[in-house]
């Protein structure tokens, strides 16, 4: 048979006295501890825990119902069949003194000796193997009077053993240890009861240390209802925090750990590994911000392997170190939190579904994700942006491609090929799904390709949920042209001598194809990428740089002020933006796509 302890309609509290009511403090609990298993009891001061305990343990009378050792009720027991059944761990700290810690776990043979109460040779090997079995063997002839406090909980727990039963119950036996000698007597209590397979219940204060340890918990909360579960399932239904909350403290479900309530912080995503994970948690805990789970979070920060990135309604900032990062969070605490942000950071899982989603739009805008393989020639986007030679290498193998000497000629092609391939995904992404996709040069990869559009990747993308889509153009626009076209025009010129408004116009017209394209692949979509592609012109360096003209409803064209030279090359023509398009000729092409691309003449 499994044993197990079980509490059957149990009502505990204190009888009725001479002027005292009846007081009950627990009513009708049902629960169950079974063998094998570490059962740890937490609850508030003063809801019962103590008070449960002693009636577990027949130390005072049950108010009503029953508990069960094994399917025999406590209560029916004679007293030395009980505590052969039941062991109890008080917290004792006046023990008599001159007892050695060999006594003291003697005491727990008790039950078992005959009428005289001496210790059989039997009885001495159960109390040194007891000892033993809680490292206290090299404490048995020390006076428990000079044990440290931990030591002497050994001791106890030892005593509790030696009686053999099938339940032990302590009441809080780790009140006045350090940290170290907490955590060691719950490892030891769990082991044991593993092991030996004893059912134990134990309660603490300490609930951070239960909810690591526990195999099961029974919570008894301010109103006296007792919760039982794993930690897990108990942090699920949210009776954690809805019982020790309170004050400063509120209970943070991912950590598992009471984090101050400064009450102005708000949710945070922490992106690192290995030890930077609880180091960043806690740090953010003490400005007051909690750690979001798989929801939305207002502010994500990144441990970056050489400082860490706080990313707060779509602008990131840098910090060399963890105090830096707690300054700034500190001193802008007033400034983050005044006002919703436009932007939260967004859920990995929103992030990845969102570009597999606007992956099927078209090779523009594909984002991989997943491991980074150098070997496979993979490099970050930074790269391209700063290092000369990959640049020169595109530049000529486009010139070759088409068919042109001229470098300047390929490096728009080339500058206005890129400029789509960056706009599409994250244009895509803010109409398709709010989200600003944050195409970080350091850890978006690209490789080189013979032909298509360049394939880009990255591990973990991350991105942003648009919370105000009015707000958009702003980030956007930082993103992609401060973050990657500028960067990217700046090279280009150094390798060619070429019009930065050449540039701009080519930038713009990618920005409109992308536009087109959305409109051609998900017409639903086509009202809010016109009217977000019309914004982002009228920022920054595309100002001025053409306009998006809608000759038919749905339908986008643009007009470029500035020459690609695409016409130059030697079976080039007028591209369909072209500046040097006559009004006429550019009605007449409009009309002739529409009519091929179905749309009304
Ligand atoms: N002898 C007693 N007579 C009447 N009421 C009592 C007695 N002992 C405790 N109580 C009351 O029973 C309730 C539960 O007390 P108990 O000590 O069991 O709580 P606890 O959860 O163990 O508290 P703590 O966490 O502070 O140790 C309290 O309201 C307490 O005042």
Redesign the pocket.
């Known amino acids: 048979m499994n044993m197990s302890l079980e509490l059957r309609g149990l009502h505990a509290g204190?009888p009725a006295r001479r002027g005292h009511r009846e007081?009950r403090?627990l009513d009708g609990l049902d629960a169950e501890a079974p063998a094998g298993e570490l059962t740890v009891l937490i609850?508030p001061?003063?809801?019962?825990?103590?008070?449960l305990l002693r009636t577990m343990a027949g130390l005072q009378p049950a108010l009503g119902g029953q508990v069960l050792v094994g399917g025999v009720g406590v209560g029916t027991l004679p007293a030395a069949h009980l505590a052969r059944s039941l062991a109890v761990v008080l917290t004792e700290r006046d023990l008599p003194p001159l007892l050695s810690a060999r006594e003291l776990a003697g005491l727990g043979r008790h039950p078992h000796t005959g009428f005289t109460g001496r210790l059989s040779p039997g009885d001495h090997e159960i109390v040194t193997w007891a000892l033993a079995a809680v490292n206290a063997g090299h404490l048995a002839d020390r006076a428990v009077t000079e044990l440290s406090d931990g030591e002497r909980q050994r001791v106890l727990v030892a005593r509790a053993l030696a009686q053999e039963p099938a339940a032990i119950l302590l009441d809080e036996p780790t009140a006045f240890l350090d940290v170290t000698s907490r955590v060691a007597l719950m490892g030891l209590l769990r082991s044991l009861a593993r092991e030996k397979n004893l059912v134990i219940v134990v309660s603490t204060?300490d609930l951070e240390l239960a909810l690591r340890v526990a195999d099961r918990m029974w919570l008894i909360d301010p109103a006296g209802r007792l919760h039982t579960g794993t930690p897990e399932e108990l942090t699920l239904r949210e009776v954690i925090g809805a019982s020790f909350d309170g004050g400063e403290l509120a209970f943070d479900a991912a950590s598992g750990m009471f984090v101050l309530r400064n009450g102005t912080g708000g949710t945070v995503r922490v992106l690192a590994e290995g030890l930077h994970v609880p180091l960043l948690e806690r740090a953010l805990a003490r400005e007051g911000w909690r750690t979001a789970g798989d929801g939305p979070a207002e502010l994500a920060v990144e441990w970056t392997g050489d400082g860490y990135e706080a990313a707060y309604d779509g602008t990131v900032h840098r910090f060399a170190t963890l105090p830096d990062l707690a300054t700034w969070i500190r001193t802008a605490r007033s400034r983050l939190t005044a006002a919703p942000p436009g932007l939260l950071p967004a859920a990995p899982s929103t992030v990845s579904s969102a570009v597999a989603d606007i992956s099927t739009i078209s090779g523009y805008f594909e984002l991989g994700i997943g491991p980074i393989d150098t070997e496979a020639g993979w490099r970050p986007l930074a790269d391209l942006l700063a290092d000369p030679e990959p640049l020169r290498q595109r530049i000529t193998d486009v010139a070759g491609r088409l068919g042109t000497c001229e470098l300047r000629v390929a490096a728009s092609i080339l500058f206005q090929g890129l400029a789509a391939r960056l706009w599409s995904p994250v244009i895509g992404a803010a109409v398709a799904h709010d989200l600003l996709l944050d195409l970080n040069p350091a850890r978006v990869h690209w490789r080189a390709a013979p032909s298509g559009p360049l394939p880009l990747r990255a591990e973990r993308p991350t991105g942003s949920q648009i919370l105000d889509p009015a707000r958009i153009a702003g980030p956007l626009h930082d993103n992609v042209l401060t973050e990657l076209l500028e960067p990217l025009a700046q090279a280009v010129q150094e390798i060619v001598k070429i019009a930065p408004g050449l540039l701009w116009g080519n930038a713009a017209s990618a920005l409109a194809g992308t536009v087109r394209t959305i409109a051609r692949q998900r017409p639903e979509l086509t009202a809010r990428a016109i009217a977000l592609g019309r914004e982002l012109l009228t920022i920054g360096a595309l100002q001025g740089s053409g306009d998006l003209v809608e000759p038919a409803p749905g339908q986008p064209f643009f007009v470029r002020r500035s020459c690609c030279l695409y016409y130059r090359l030697p079976e080039g023509g007028k591209c369909g933006d072209c500046a040097l398009i006559d009004p006429d000729t550019r009605r007449e092409q409009w009309a002739l796509t529409l009519r091929q691309t179905g749309g009304p003449a």
């Open positions: 204190y007081r403090v609850g001061n003063g809801t019962g825990k103590s008070t204060h």
